[in-house]
């Protein structure tokens, strides 16, 4: 039965972001916490939330019950009607977000929360191109796969993407663009943006992960993302912050950008926002954009839009955020987290650093600690050579740890509500599987 299902999926889903014929996927068939089962009973800790979005943990009653409730009441609504959930949920964000944050689109995934965020800022500037970063991803369709700077784009670059993205190097300090280092760099990364805008004309925003996340976790120092700001100001620019990883306590506060106190024009967000359990994607804008609405068309909409049974799952999962202290979860599981990672960079010769906030850690691998040079490249995943991180999180499933892998990074996100005895279990798993990456490094 296991195997036809794994068959008949082989045969007739797609398996995403990957060469067909080497998808192996696993039959799931319950999930509980931190922890879910398969077909043959075996248990397996989720050390990477699934996609960094169950943040809660799998089976939580209240946002199960909430669901079946509202499903029960109301199925659907035109987004030309409105509801108590559509209220509800508003008057919630503006609690927790940046607070010059007042209006939201609600969609269905991270990618609309980006498409609708661009759309947008194009209506509102009336100016067309986007400054993004090379180390980005924003989303799978024809507008945010054009502003992600990574692998993804290039399989369709030209003929799927939109012209008008220019793209910056990325704040990494471990391996920085400009051959750096902090704080005598006097944070280039940021004031090359400086450079592009006084070169650049007819820009509408700039989009940044505040903390990027499938691109290794890069934490910013803490001037650049305020001189960012500042910057974009300057030339009367959109700051445009993707929270859809980074966002939900994921980083130890509601949205990433809070570390650093500022406040984005627009800001996208979606996984955490139901904890994944149904989708539901959100932009948010400012008091000014919002304004500006009030006497221009606000030219889009889909069917699915502000859906109910997703905003009641909304709602029941920001109680649940409340409810279960997952802020000082965060705080104290994730600094232990940090810690234990650390142990491990001391350890393997593989590891070339490891980095993060809150629950939200990347083990970043590397050939020779000297040269910093990585294991693998974006393009060896684009031609299909072999990838050493995804050898290890495979290594780390044998072991009953579920982890990704991405390219140079392991992406180490546990939900929010693990405890340490998760987080041993999670890295004594890494311990072993490491080993695998260790004979590709020089010792
Ligand atoms: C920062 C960021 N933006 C956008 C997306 C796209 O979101 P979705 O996969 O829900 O469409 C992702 C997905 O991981 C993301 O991490």
Redesign the pocket.
């Known amino acids: 039965m296991s195997e036809d299902i794994i068959d008949l999926s082989r045969r007739h889903v797609f398996g995403t972001w990957r060469i067909q014929k080497t998808w192996k996927p696993v039959n799931i068939v319950s999930a509980e916490g931190c922890y879910f089962t398969d077909s043959n009973g075996r248990r397996y800790l989720d050390f990477s939330s699934q ?2 979005c169950i943040n809660i943990g799998h089976g939580n009653k209240n946002i199960i019950d909430a669901i079946y409730q509202y499903m029960k009441r109301l199925q659907y609504l035109s987004p030309a009607f409105t509801c108590d959930v559509r209220a509800e949920l508003s008057r919630m964000l503006l609690e927790i977000m940046p607070n010059n944050i007042v209006k939201f689109f609600y969609s269905t ?6 498409e609708a965020a661009l759309k947008i800022a194009r209506m509102y500037t009336r100016k067309h191109k986007v400054i993004s970063r090379y180390k ?5 369709t024809a507008a ?1 796969i054009s502003i992600t700077g990574e692998w993804r784009r290039i399989p369709v670059e030209g003929y799927h993407t939109v012209p008008g993205t220019q793209f910056a190097p990325e704040c990494y300090c471990y391996r920085c663009p400009f051959k750096l280092n902090y704080p005598s760099c006097g944070i280039t990364c940021a004031e090359y943006i400086d450079y592009m805008l006084q070169h650049e004309d007819d820009v509408a925003a700039v989009i940044v ?1 505040p903390v990027v ?2 691109n290794g976790v890069l934490v910013p120092p803490p001037e650049y993302l305020p001189r960012l700001r500042e910057i974009t100001r300057e030339y009367n620019v959109l700051l445009i912050a ?5 966002g939900w306590l994921r980083t130890g506060e509601w949205f990433a950008v809070q570390h650093w106190r500022v406040e984005p024009d627009i800001i ?1 967000t ?2 955490g926002v139901t904890s994944g359990y149904l ?1 539901l ?1 959100v932009t948010g804008v400012s008091k000014e954009i919002s304004d500006y609405f009030e006497e221009h068309l606000f030219a889009h909409g889909h069917t699915y839009e502000a859906h109910p049974v997703t905003l009641a799952a909304g709602i029941a999962t920001i109680n649940e955020y409340h409810k279960l202290g997952i802020k000082e979860n965060v705080k104290k599981v994730g600094e232990y987290l940090g810690r234990r990672l650390r142990e491990l960079e001391e350890k393997h010769p593989s590891i070339g650093e490891v980095r993060g906030l809150g629950l939200f850690w990347a083990v970043d691998l590397t050939k020779d600690r000297k040269t910093r040079k990585p294991m693998n490249n974006p393009k060896d995943k684009l031609y299909g050579k072999p990838i050493i991180v995804e050898k290890v999180a495979s290594k780390a499933f044998e072991q009953g740890v579920f982890v990704i892998g991405w390219i140079n990074n392991i992406l180490v996100a546990p939900p929010l509500i693990a405890v340490r005895e998760d987080i041993d279990k999670g890295v004594e798993a890494l311990d072993e599987a490491l080993k695998i990456a260790d004979q590709e490094a020089t010792p």
């Open positions: 996609l960094i995934s991270g990618t609309e929360a980006v980005s991803y924003h989303g799978a945010s992960e996340g499938t993707d929270e859809v990883m980074s996208t979606a996984k989708p994607g």
